[in-house]
């Protein structure tokens, strides 16, 4: 997805006053509709999201700090890492977060045949449904893999698939700080983070997390949990 840093930051008198007339036509588009209701987008909301547990050394240690700041995510969990650490996920549930399908080996859904496909996605669901009772309704794809053909299998096991808008690369360790800072620069209302709680040394993520938690609050975020029934 593209950097809404990237758009938020017009450089340079050009810039500026390309700025301005966006300005004014969205002033003039404000005056031209009907009052609008309360915008749901508008609401001061985040949706966490980690991916690629359960993890038994990190994922505990991630529930913990969502405990102490009061905060639910969504956990887009391997199936086959459910099937290693089934406490884990249980323990997931059980603190009131969602547990969501991340496939079962996480592949690219893309290069597989349907039935491939399925494989991968109701084998998880199996082992998520027995640690926390419930099916999961939401998919996310592995590397945000989508086609039009991804789509129709997904909608086929209705699944409804969750990408995110804000991304820190914190799988790539940039450090605590760096990942900090590129969620905090990014959040708006509404965005869905994409964090990792799996899929190798967390550490970085986990040292972010605090700062990342008392800083939305600060600034007056709820979170929830993405809409998987
Ligand atoms: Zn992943």
Not at 60 to 82: C, D, H, K
Not at 148 to 177: E, N
Request: glycine content about 8%; some cysteine.
């Amino acid at each position: 997805m593209s950097s809404p840093r990237a758009a938020d930051r017009p450089r340079g008198r050009r810039a500026a006053r390309l700025a301005v007339g966006a300005l004014l036509a969205a002033a003039t588009a404000v005056v031209a509709l009907p009052a609008a209701p309360a915008q749901a987008a508008e609401a001061k909301v985040v949706y966490l999201t980690f991916d690629d547990g359960p993890s038994p050394r990190y994922t505990p240690q991630v529930l913990a700090l969502l405990s102490q700041y009061g905060v639910r995510a969504t956990f887009f969990e391997i199936g086959q890492n459910v099937a290693a650490n089934p406490a884990v996920t249980r323990q997931v549930a059980a603190q009131g977060h969602s547990v969501q399908n991340h496939s079962w080996s996480h592949p690219d859904l893309r290069k597989l045949s349907r039935s491939a496909f399925q494989d991968q996605v109701t084998a998880t669901d199996a082992r998520i449904r027995a640690q926390t009772g419930t099916t999961p309704t939401c998919l996310r794809p592995p590397y945000g893999g989508v086609n039009g053909t991804v789509r129709s299998a997904a909608a086929g096991l209705g699944k409804s698939i969750q990408l995110w808008s804000v991304d820190p690369q914190d799988w790539a360790r940039p450090g605590r700080a760096a990942i900090e800072r590129r969620v905090l620069n990014a959040v708006k209302p509404g965005s869905v983070v994409l964090l990792h709680d799996g899929g190798g040394d967390r550490s970085q993520t986990v040292a972010a997390l605090p700062a990342v938690l008392r800083t939305l609050k600060s600034r007056g975020y709820t979170f929830a949990l993405l809409p998987c029934r």
